[in-house]
């Protein structure tokens, strides 16, 4: 049961940092947002990438890290 307890903590934490990079970070290119956000599926990945360039269009010089083929789709 212990065990149970500290994944679904750990899932909590991990997905609420996710949640954290893409909707209130004022940084695009943050390392443990990026290395969370390269490991996603497919579909969260691109909506992330879509929110971030929605947030950070204008001022990122170029994708974060694991947006790269997403970034210029949008």
Known sequence: MGLIRLLLL???LVG???AFY???SGEPYDEIGTAINSKL???ARAFAC???KRRHGATAA???AGCEPYWTAL
Do not use: I, S
């Open 41 to 43: 599926p497919a579909d």
């Open 16 to 18: 609420g940092y996710w």
């Open 22 to 24: 893409v909707y209130v």
């Open 62 to 64: 170029k994708p974060p």
């Open 50 to 52: 879509a929110e971030l």
């Open 10 to 12: 750990v899932v909590v």
